[in-house]
């Protein structure tokens, strides 16, 4: 089993800042690929800013130039620092994970989602 762990949410005023952070354990040995995704209300599941063991990264093109995604390797954690905040950045913010779990078998794993309010 691999667990992801949310944290970081809350409310922020618009135009300030928050910083999640996502920590995964259990039975890992390789993370592959980290990713920041957000639903709003009545929305769809959208891709915020996902990264690579290589730390390649992309971002939605609604969140460029605000928000920076970041990864410690060795110990499983992936970052999103948002700045400059916008009312419509409100949602339910999950994290993903996907790698080898063990020699022959890979995982997908999701957080429970930490809630991000934005207020105008």
């Known amino acids: 089993q691999v667990q992801l762990v949310e944290s970081g949410g809350g409310l922020v005023q618009a135009g300030g800042s928050l910083n999640l952070s996502c920590i995964a354990s259990g039975s890992i040995i390789r993370i592959d690929f980290m990713g920041w995704y957000r639903q709003a209300p009545g929305n769809q599941r959208e891709t915020v800013a996902t990264i690579t063991s290589g730390t390649t990264t992309t971002y939605a093109d609604s969140v460029k130039g605000r928000f920076t995604i970041s990864r410690v390797n060795d110990k499983n954690i992936v970052y999103l620092q948002m700045n400059s905040l916008k009312t419509e950045d409100t949602a339910v913010y999950y994290c993903?994970?996907?790698?080898?779990?063990?020699?022959?078998?890979?995982?997908?794993?999701w957080g429970q989602g930490t809630r991000v309010t934005v207020s105008s």
């Open positions: 993903n994970a996907r790698g080898l779990r063990t020699i022959n078998s890979r995982f997908n794993a």
